[in-house]
Structure formats: C-alpha cells, structure tokens
C-alpha cells in the first residue's frame, strides 16, 4: 500500500500562486509515476500534471502548460505541484496520484490516491 497526504491548498487571488506538496509513504518502491488530478465542482476529475519516478519526463495537460511545474524531492519521496498565474478556472480539489506509467496516469488508471486538497482562486 502508499499512503499520498496533500498539503498546501487555499484561497488565493487571480494571477497568485500556490505550491502544493503531496508526501509518499508505504511501499513507495512501487511507485513510477506521481500526478495531479483536479475536479472542479460540478465537472469530472481531470489529469494535470505527472512525473516519472526513475526518469525527468513530465506531462502536463495544455491548460496549465507555462504556468504549472511538478518539481520533485526523492530524498522525501515528495512530489509539488507550483502553479503560478492563478486563474478562477483552476479551482477546484487536486489530488495527488500514483499510477504505473504516463500514459496509465493520464488515462486515470491510478494505483492510488490522495484525499485532496481545496484550491479556490477569487476573480
């Protein structure tokens, strides 16, 4: 089992930024790829940004290409999401993601999951 614990999320204006951390523990030997998910409300839950464990590669969906980056600490087995320029459409609950590989990640077919973590951006 990995345990995936997010942190960071809050009320911020539009153009702010926010860093949100998500902090692995368990059998994190298994884990190859970390991602971000968000469901807005009243709107399915939809891929945001992935990070291969072993490797640097990245995806990212094209609404926050430029303004998002999922940076890394292995030592902690802790993946980021910063997001900067903040918009009202970004609201919404990110969860913290673990799945075999990119494309299962983007797909949705994840191992495990987080419990979430509130963003609100105010116009």
């Known amino acids: 089992q990995v345990q995936l614990v997010e942190s960071g999320g809050g009320l911020v204006q539009t153009g702010g930024s926010l860093r949100l951390s998500c902090a692995a523990s368990?059998?994190?030997?298994?884990?190859?790829?970390m991602g971000w998910f968000r469901q807005a409300p009243g709107k399915e839950r939809e891929f945001v940004a992935a990070i291969q464990w072993s490797e640097y590669s990245t995806s990212y969906t094209d609404s926050v290409k430029g303004r998002f980056t999922i940076p890394r600490d292995n030592a902690k087995n802790t993946v980021f999401l910063q997001m900067n320029s903040l918009k009202p459409e970004d609201t919404g609950v990110y969860y913290c993601?673990?799945?075999?590989?990119?494309?299962?990640?983007?797909?949705?077919?994840?191992?495990?999951w987080g419990t979430g973590t509130l963003v609100t951006v105010s116009s």
């Open positions: 993601a673990s799945a075999p590989s990119l494309p299962f990640m983007r797909s949705g077919a994840v191992d495990y």
């Open positions: 368990g059998r994190t030997f298994s884990m190859y790829v």
